[in-house]
């Protein structure tokens, strides 16, 4: 899942397969189409059609050795509800997983619960010497992921938003919290009302912590660009170790700035 957003413009693709310069084939959606997003087999055919390499898999050795560990372990962890009437029970075995002939009570948890495995999307922010900002994501998703699954990195405001008046965002973390509340667009709109920048991507993430609760092993961070200001704000909740670089033209190398865990009051939303 990939996204890259210039100015109004925005452009994404999802559920890429065998390709790695997918932030490539954004870019390729951003300049030859009309469209904002393209997904699976299709998108894969568009890179190609464009030049753009397509492998016969991306599989390593370590990638097939974890996989077979994984399946070796019952499949676990994986992203299945444990309480939703499956057979078998995903909390012990492999799939593939079927309804129970059984009727199921309706009374099944919906409460926020932490993602098994790691995340690694990188997103970034670029300004050009005439003022005009980019923001990017790139991700190869969830270990363990159900095939097909989706995270923030393909959605507009999810991991990355730009506008060249007003700033950019960009975030990493919870893929799938994050789609459903769009942090990145939440900062957006918070500094385009005229919230100072760290105010804006504070209280975009003590949003998320106030519908989901707190201490329920969320991660997830986002970093923003005040185009009017030059100011950085970044925010990080959860149980981790976050932090971001920048570096301008003034700079021989990045400085890396380590934000500590913001613990956003019960009370703010």
Known sequence: MHSLRKGPMRSHVANLRRVRDAIKTARAVLEKTHHSILAGEEATAFASQFGIKVYDTLATDESKRESQEWK???????????????????????????????????????????????????????????????AGSSTNGLKYKIPGRVGDAAVPGGSAYADSKIG??????DGDTHLR??????????????????????????????????????????????????????????????????????????????????HPQKSEH
């Not at 092993?217 to 170790?241: K, L, P």
């Not at 301008?248 to 380590?258: F, G, H, N, R």
Request: aromatic letters at 10%; glycine letters at 8%.
């Open 168 to 173: 950019a965002c960009a975030a990493t973390g």
């Open 72 to 134: 070796s372990n019952n499949c676990q962890p994986n992203f299945w509800k444990k309480d939703a009437g499956l057979v078998p029970d995903p909390a012990t075995h492999c799939g593939p997983y079927h309804n129970h002939k059984v009727s199921v009570s309706k009374s099944h948890s919906n409460q926020y619960q932490s993602q098994p495995g790691g995340h690694d999307t990188i997103s970034m922010i670029a300004v050009d010497g005439k003022n005009s900002i980019v």
């Open 181 to 262: 509340f769009l942090p990145c667009f939440h900062v957006y709109m918070n500094m385009r009302n005229g919230m100072h920048v760290q105010q804006a991507t504070d209280d975009a993430m003590a949003r998320i912590v106030s519908v989901i609760g707190h201490d329920t092993g969320f991660q997830g961070a986002v970093v923003a660009f005040d185009a009017r200001t030059r100011e950085i704000g970044a925010t990080s909740v959860g149980n981790w170790n976050f932090s971001y670089s920048y570096q301008d033209q003034s700079m021989l190398k990045p400085k890396v700035i380590l934000v500590d865990a913001f």
